[in-house]
């Protein structure tokens, strides 16, 4: 294992200190895959209620999913210092009540977001994955206001020059 030379710097701020967008101008474009995971636990009587579909707002992981699609395609806006993008491809994937991890009651969502481009979508697929999770506690929580959203975070990451991480780097 290789010990860094040089401390790592924040891209976002310039040699001033000053706030900047950061300048992708000279990357090439290369494919790029982000893919983020994250849970919401919730009561056993919530996940029976999304499970059946008799939810009051409608088909909840219906809806969760299609927010978070149009949650990565929006994150430009959301978060001010991201490029906007132009996403190849968002899918969004829910499992209810995960084997990895019993005695809890809950759906992990998985995000994958891939674009040609000159920077990377990291942030598209952890914004699709929060506002997935958001929509199932906006829909449930007449029934649940106890619902906790946790462990949102990369779990692998494709291409561009710092290069892959998480299983794309194992492979």
Do not use: W
């Amino acid at each position: 294992m290789s010990i860094p030379t040089t401390t790592p710097t924040l891209t976002h701020f310039d040699a001033q200190g000053q706030v900047h967008m950061v300048d992708v101008g000279a990357k090439p474009a290369t494919h790029r895959i982000a893919v983020a995971t994250g849970r919401i636990e919730m009561q056993p009587a919530t996940l029976a209620i999304i499970e059946a579909g008799t939810a009051k707002k409608g088909d909840v992981l219906g809806i969760a999913r299609i927010a978070g699609i149009q949650a990565a395609k929006r994150t430009s806006d959301l978060i001010p210092l991201c490029h906007p993008l132009a996403l190849t491809r968002v899918a969004v994937e829910f499992e209810v009540a995960s084997v990895k991890h019993p005695g809890t009651t809950g759906i992990a969502c998985t995000a994958t977001v891939e674009t040609v481009g000159q920077t990377g979508v990291e942030m598209e697929a952890l914004t699709a994955v929060q506002i997935a999770l958001l929509t199932i506690y906006d829909m449930c929580k007449a029934v649940d206001r106890g619902m906790v959203v946790n462990n949102v975070r990369v779990v692998e990451k494709q291409g561009g020059k710092s290069g892959n991480f998480g299983e794309a780097a194992r492979s």
